[in-house]
C-alpha cells in the first residue's frame, strides 16, 4: 500500500530546509527559499510537498496558515516556526503564498513524466477476485478530507473494509473503471492516483498539472481526462499505468488560453466533455477510435475536401455558446447538457448533436448543476438543482426547459441526491450558517418538503449517498471529529453512525458505474 507522503498532510505547508538557518535576509522570498523551497519547490510549484499558490489554498483561509506556520501541526512533519520566525516574518510568508504568480507557470509533458509513480513491480501478480468478503459492487469509497485518507466501507454491514492515505486535497470525486475494480482520484495539486480496490493497494500515480479541477474516466475504461486550472491545459493519460498520451493545450482561435472548469464522461457519446471557464465553449473530445471526423469552422460538403480533419487522436470539437460554463449536468440520453456560469441567472441548454445552445434556462442565484439530478414526475422528466446562493432548489422541466416550482429550503445548499428506488430526494443547507445542520428531504412525487433531519445538531451535515440498491442513505457530518451517519431511506431513522475525520463524500460503485440517475456523474 501506498506509504504516507509528506504531500498528503496539509500541515507541511512551510518545512524546515536544514537545523541551522543562514544569514538570509528577512524579505518574505528569501525567508522561502530558505525554509520552504525544498519542500514545495523554488516556484511554489510543490514538490513532496503541496504547490504554495492561491488557487491550490483556497480551502485554507491566511489566518489558519499564519498558525499553521507559527504553531505547526501534530502527528506530522511540519514543525512549528514561533522560536524560529518573527510574527511578522511568519506574516510575510503567508503574504507570499498567497500571492498569485506573475504568469501562468509551465507543467509540460517532461514535467509530467518526470512525475510518474509506479507502486505495482513489474512482474508482481495482483487478484482478479477481491481480497474481501463483500460485495464488490455496493462499496462506499469515503473521502475524508481532514486529514488526507479514504475509507473503503462496506454498504451491506456499513463496516470498514480499509482506511489507507491519499493525496493532498482530494478535488472533483473520485471515477471508477467501467467494472467497479478501481477507483482513481485527481488531487487540487494535480496527482492523479488509481488504486486497485480488489487488491486494497495503489497502482499508480502522476501529476498531471498544478491546480486540477476534476477527472474524467472513459466508458471503455482506457483513458483518464485531467481537467486543469494550472496551467491551461487538458491531459489525457492512459488508465492502465497513468502514463502521459497526449497534453491539449486550452485555448480559443485567437489563442486566449482558459481554465478548464470541469470534464466528464459522456459515455453513450464515447467522448469527453470540457467546460471552459474563461472561453465561452464547451470542448467535446471523442476517443472512440471510429468517430466521425471534427471539421473546423463552416463546411458546406466535407465530402469534396472542402476541410481538413481536427488532428487526432482526441481532437476537439469546439461549441460556441453565449456565455461561460462554470459546472453542468447532462441529461439521461447525453444528447443535452445543462450548464451555468456564476455571475448570472440564466441557465444554458445545449443540444451535442447538433452542436449549439438550444435554449435559455431560468436559474436564479448560484445553482450547482454540478450537483443536479433528473427523475420522472408525472409527464416529464424534470432536474433539480441545488443553490450556493440562496435557499432554494429549482425544478425544471426538461421537455420545455420551463421552471416547474422553486423548492424554498432553510437554507443555500451544495448537494442533493436521490436514487431511482425511493421516492424522496435528499438536500443539505451546508452554505447557510444558520442551517447547516440540517438535511431536508423533497417528496419527488410532490414536490414538497416533507422532512428535515438533524443529524449533528450544530454540525454541518452534506452530501447523501445511497446504496446500490436503495434502501440506505448515508450523511457527512462534515467535521474534524466528524461521522457518517446511515438512515433508513424509507423512515428516516438511523441506523448506524460510523467516525470519521471530516468525511466531505461518499461514492457507491454501482450507483457511479451504472450512472444513477440520482447521483452526479
Not at 419527488?444 to 445538531?457: D, G, H, N, Q, S
Request: glycine fraction near 8%.
Amino acid at each position: 500500500m501506498l506509504a504516507r507522503p509528506v504531500s498528503i498532510v496539509f500541515a507541511t505547508l512551510l518545512t524546515l530546509v536544514a537545523a541551522t538557518s543562514s544569514a538570509a535576509g528577512t524579505d518574505a522570498p528569501s525567508l522561502y527559499a530558505e525554509h520552504c523551497a525544498s519542500c514545495h519547490g523554488a516556484g511554489r510549484l510543490g514538490g513532496i510537498g503541496p504547490a504554495l499558490l492561491p488557487e491550490n489554498l483556497g480551502r485554507l483561509k491566511r489566518e489558519e496558515a499564519i498558525a499553521t506556520i507559527r504553531d505547526g501541526r501534530v502527528a506530522s512533519q511540519m514543525p512549528g516556526f514561533r522560536d524560529k520566525l518573527s510574527t511578522e516574518q511568519i506574516t510575510q510568508l503567508a503574504g507570499l503564498i498567497y500571492a498569485p504568480l506573475p504568469q501562468v507557470p509551465r507543467w509540460d509533458m517532461a514535467d509530467i513524466r518526470g512525475s510518474h509513480v509506479a507502486h505495482v513491480k513489474p512482474g508482481e501478480k495482483l487478484s482478479d477476485k477481491p481480497v474481501f468478503n463483500a460485495d464488490p459492487l455496493n462499496l462506499f469509497v469515503v473521502v475524508e478530507v481532514g486529514d488526507h485518507h479514504a475509507t473503503l466501507l462496506d454498504g451491506d454491514r456499513f463496516e470498514p473494509i480499509l482506511r489507507f492515505p491519499t493525496r493532498f486535497a482530494l478535488h472533483g470525486g473520485p471515477k471508477f473503471s467501467p467494472d467497479g475494480r478501481y477507483v482513481y482520484f485527481g488531487s487540487r495539486d494535480g496527482w492523479v492516483s488509481k488504486f486497485d480496490i480488489y487488491n486494497l493497494k495503489y497502482v499508480a500515480e502522476i501529476r498531471a498539472g498544478i491546480n486540477m479541477r476534476n477527472i474524467a474516466v472513459s466508458s471503455d475504461g482506457r483513458y483518464v481526462l485531467a481537467g486543469n486550472y494550472l496551467p491551461h491545459t487538458l491531459v489525457v493519460l492512459d488508465a492502465t499505468d497513468l502514463s502521459p498520451l497526449k497534453i491539449i493545450a486550452v485555448q480559443d482561435d485567437a489563442g486566449k488560453s482558459s481554465r478548464v472548469s470541469a470534464v466528464y464522461d459522456a459515455a453513450p457519446r464515447k467522448s469527453f466533455i470540457a467546460a471552459l471557464k474563461d472561453i465561452p465553449e464547451v470542448w467535446e473530445i471523442p476517443y472512440d477510435a471510429k468517430a466521425e471526423p471534427i471539421y473546423p469552422g463552416l463546411v458546406h460538403d466535407y465530402r469534396m475536401g472542402e476541410a481538413l480533419a481536427a488532428k487526432g487522436p482526441f481532437p476537439v470539437r469546439r461549441i460556441r455558446l453565449d456565455d461561460y460554463l462554470d459546472d453542468f449536468l447532462f441529461d439521461q440520453s447525453y444528447e443535452h447538457l445543462i450548464g451555468a456560469a456564476r455571475n448570472g441567472n440564466n441557465g444554458q441548454v445545449v443540444n451535442l448533436i447538433v452542436g449549439r445552445k438550444i435554449a435559455d434556462v431560468d436559474l436564479p442565484g448560484l445553482p450547482h448543476l454540478g450537483s443536479g439530478i433528473t427523475w420522472d414526475y408525472k409527464e416529464t422528466t424534470v432536474l433539480a438543482t441545488p443553490n450556493l446562493k440562496e435557499g432554494m432548489v429549482t425544478v425544471i422541466d426538461m421537455k420545455t426547459w420551463k421552471t416547474i416550482k422553486h423548492i424554498k429550503t432553510l437554507g443555500p445548499g451544495f448537494f442533493m441526491r436521490s436514487h431511482e428506488n425511493t421516492p424522496y430526494a435528499w438536500v443539505d443547507a451546508m452554505m447557510s450558517p444558520a442551517s447547516k445542520d440540517a438535511i431536508q428531504i423533497i417528496d419527488k412525487r410532490t414536490l414538497e418538503l416533507v422532512k428535515t433531519l438533524k443529524p449533528a445538531p450544530g454540525q454541518t451535515a452534506a452530501h447523501t449517498e445511497f446504496t446500490r440498491d436503495g434502501k440506505y442513505a448515508l450523511v457527512s457530518i462534515w467535521e474534524m471529529d466528524g461521522a457518517l451517519v446511515v438512515y433508513d431511506a424509507a423512515t428516516f431513522k438511523e441506523i448506524k453512525r460510523l467516525p470519521m475525520k471530516k468525511p466531505s463524500g461518499k461514492y457507491n460503485v454501482y450507483n457511479k458505474i451504472t450512472r444513477s440517475e440520482g447521483t452526479s456523474h
